[in-house]
């Protein structure tokens, strides 16, 4: 729509619910490895969308709002580039299906059962 240059050297295609889509082009650098970050990736049923950025729904229902809730991302979803791999991600994140952004975007990676708490505490 009018950004004729964006997939104009698509170098890895994906998918989302059944639509392709360019998730890699030429206006980031190929990373030197596409091998997984560590932790894991944030089930979709869990993301919460705001329009401040992607959060992750708390386990046990403290507040209602957000404030007991880990940020993913800082971004409102669609505006988040794609990924097609970990390397295009920041080591503490995974590159992820997000139904706030209908594409894979790089989320916080989460890091194995029981380590909720640190990782809110660890939040920059």
Do not use: W
């Not at 409102?76 to 894979?104: I, V, W």
């Amino acid at each position: 729509k009018g950004d004729a240059q964006a997939h104009s050297n698509c170098y890895y295609y994906c998918t989302y619910d059944g639509d392709v889509y360019c998730c890699a082009d030429d206006s980031r650098p190929i990373p030197k490895s596409h091998d997984n970050h560590d932790g894991s990736c944030p089930e979709e049923e869990d993301q919460m969308c705001k329009s401040s950025g992607i959060f992750l729904r708390p386990k046990k229902p403290k507040v209602a709002k957000t404030s007991g809730s880990i940020q993913l991302a800082d971004d409102n979803g669609k505006l988040l580039q794609s990924c097609a791999s970990d390397g295009y991600c920041k080591e503490d994140e995974r590159c992820c299906a997000s139904k706030c952004a209908r594409k894979h975007v790089c989320l916080k990676s989460l890091k194995k059962e029981g380590s909720d708490d640190a990782e809110a505490e660890n939040r920059e």
